[in-house]
């Protein structure tokens, strides 16, 4: 499931706002403000000196006009006036956005129950460790992705698309998914019967069950409907670590990638398609909805 930024890569776009606004903020700060207020005391100088001249003369003048004058000759040219006000403000949302948290929408039902369409979420840009805006490169390390969590990244046949999905394995890991259960390094996982799941949208039902994954539980859906393999999987890299058969799939996770699915197990395009998930392709962990305009039941957080 893909992630859209409001406007496309807008990381970008704030960061050449930044760039663009805080270079005319500086210029003005250190360059043209003093310009400005050295032609206004020039101004003024010469407005003192005719007045004191017209005094001599006896003719008296409003001072009300040295105080416009003043202010006329400082004032900032309009397009610097609103550089100068949306700096701080760009700049702010700028910081937040690329080291402290980030909002997405979801579009898909890949990871339903947990996540629905509509569902506003925020991402945790820092808990995976500080990495530089744009780019994406990781300059101080913090944590790293457990099983369990949910994490957004870059897809990996497309880095321009961010995709949500859940972290069932992380390096060395051996991953056995056999007729739609997990096993992880040997031990399966345990699955608890829950009623079934009512898709509204299509109505119809599928099978859900409590899932502990490395001490996490989380709702998972199977439809029993779709077949336990895995149908025409990518030739990904490092595909040689997988081995497919019609009962499901066994994956031994690379070093430095992750493996990821979908909690709607039978209606996700995951590492079971396209493949492991590099570590420099991660974005942050995802664990709040904020905002579901369709449902305000939604909000809160989620593991």
């Excluded at 960061?15 to 050295?38: M, S």
């Excluded at 006329?72 to 100068?84: A, D, F, V």
Aim: aromatic share 12%; with cysteine.
């Amino acid at each position: 499931m893909n992630l859209q930024a409001i406007l496309g890569n807008f990381a970008l776009i704030l960061f050449v706002l930044t760039i663009a606004t805080g270079i005319v903020w500086f210029l003005d700060v250190f360059y043209l403000a003093k310009q400005r207020r050295a032609k206004a005391n020039a101004a003024l100088a010469e407005f003192d000196a005719r007045n004191a001249r017209l005094a001599a003369d006896g003719i008296k003048l409003e001072q009300s006009g040295r105080a416009a004058l003043a202010a006329n000759m400082l004032r900032q040219p309009t397009w610097i006036e609103y550089s100068g006000s949306f700096f701080p403000v760009i700049a702010l949302v700028f910081f937040l956005r690329s080291f402290l948290y980030e909002p997405f929408k979801i579009p898909s039902s890949s990871m339903v129950p947990t996540l629905q369409i509509g569902d506003l979420i925020l991402v945790n840009k820092f808990t995976y460790g500080i990495r530089l805006p744009i780019v994406n490169k990781k300059v101080i390390e913090i944590n790293n992705p457990q099983r369990g969590d949910v994490m957004v990244f870059k897809y990996p046949k497309d880095p321009s698309l961010d995709y949500i999905k859940r972290v069932v394995g992380v390096p060395g890991d051996k991953i056995i998914y056999k007729n739609k259960r997990l096993t992880v390094n040997g031990k399966e996982l345990s699955y608890r019967t829950l009623p079934d799941y009512l898709d509204e949208e299509h109505l119809s039902y599928s099978k859900q069950y409590m899932e502990n994954l490395n001490g996490v539980e989380h709702k998972i859906l199977n439809d029993e409907r779709a077949p336990s393999y895995v149908p025409n999987p990518d030739a990904f890299p490092q595909h040689e670590l997988c081995n497919y058969n019609t009962e499901g799939f066994a994956c031994t996770v690379p070093a430095g990638q992750y493996f990821m699915m979908g909690d709607n197990r039978d209606n996700s395009l995951d590492s079971r398609y396209w493949g492991f998930v590099p570590d420099q392709n991660i974005v942050g962990k995802a664990f709040f909805v904020w905002m579901n305009l369709s449902n305000l039941k939604r909000i809160g957080s989620f593991q």
